[in-house]
């Protein structure tokens, strides 16, 4: 006797299915598991509102400083005045960016960043001092944009002085001061890393009219900021054609001059 067909032996191993259910209740079971799924999106969503607002975890119990030099990390936390306490998502950044510029004017950039769970870090890059104008007994600094950012009792070592002796028929008058610190601080910047060393007074009397004067009596006419890397170069070359001379005059960097012994 033959036994049972392939399909007869599959459909004896399918388990039996019950009855469909009613429209109604699959209706509400669908509007319960939907109910269910709000609810634990509700109070996941709650539940992160109140960790990063309401709890005591995320919140600014520390405020870190690096990239100092001459400032304190003191005076740069005292400055930026990081409310304490305040959750880390609410805090302003920016402001805190902002008031630390106003305040601290050495200050040349900043960037305020979240440290989680309970820190701020404040990196700071200080402006450089260029050139120092005498002010009395003190110098103020200035940085490589022409910006006089602090006064300081003691000149810094290695800084040249800028001297504005402009004649009364020119100067100030014609350029403004602010022009005239401003190519005093672009000639300061392209002369020779030797050179510049020696360097002790950046003097303007003009706006073409620029001069330097070395630590040994030795003297640069350099003339107006223009063409800067051509003098640069020529000077150098200059230097070592006549090592005894005194006065060099780059001026005009295809036809420079020295003399003097």
């Known amino acids: 006797m033959a036994g049972p067909t392939t399909a007869e032996r599959a459909g004896r191993q399918q388990p039996e299915s019950g009855p469909p259910l009613p429209p109604r209740l699959r209706r509400l079971l669908s509007l319960r598991m939907l109910i269910i799924l709000l609810i634990v999106v509700v109070l996941g969503g709650g539940g992160s509102i109140w960790l990063l607002y309401g709890s005591s975890w995320l919140r600014v119990h520390r405020v ?45 950039t ?9 820190g701020v870090g404040l990196r700071v890059t200080e402006r450089t001092p260029v050139l120092l104008i005498a002010n009395g007994a003190k110098f103020e600094e200035v940085d490589r944009e022409g910006v006089r950012f602090a006064t300081v009792a003691q000149a810094p070592k290695g800084v040249p002085a800028l001297e504005l002796a402009p004649p009364p028929s020119a100067g100030p008058r014609r350029f403004g001061t602010g022009r005239l610190v401003r190519e005093a601080v672009r ?9 510049a060393h020696d360097t002790r007074t950046v003097k303007v009397r003009t706006y073409d009219s620029i001069s330097l004067e070395l630590g040994d009596g030795r003297t640069v006419l350099w003339g107006s900021g223009e063409k800067g890397r051509a003098k640069a170069v020529t000077l150098t070359a200059l230097m070592k054609a006549a090592p005894h001379a005194r006065h060099f005059d780059v001026s005009v960097p295809t036809a420079p001059a020295s003399s003097g012994s």
């Not at 880390?88 to 004017?105: M, N, V």
Request: hydrophobic share 45%; aromatic share 2%.
């Open 64 to 108: 870190s400083v690096s990239g100092t030099r001459v400032l304190t990390p003191a005076q740069v936390r005292e400055a930026a005045d990081v409310p304490l306490g305040t959750p880390l998502i609410s805090l302003d950044t920016d402001a805190i960016e902002a008031r630390l510029r106003r305040k601290l004017p050495r200050i040349d």
């Open 110 to 118: 900043v960037d305020a960043g979240r440290s989680w769970p309970h």
């Open 187 to 195: 000639v300061a910047q392209d002369v020779p890393a030797a050179v």
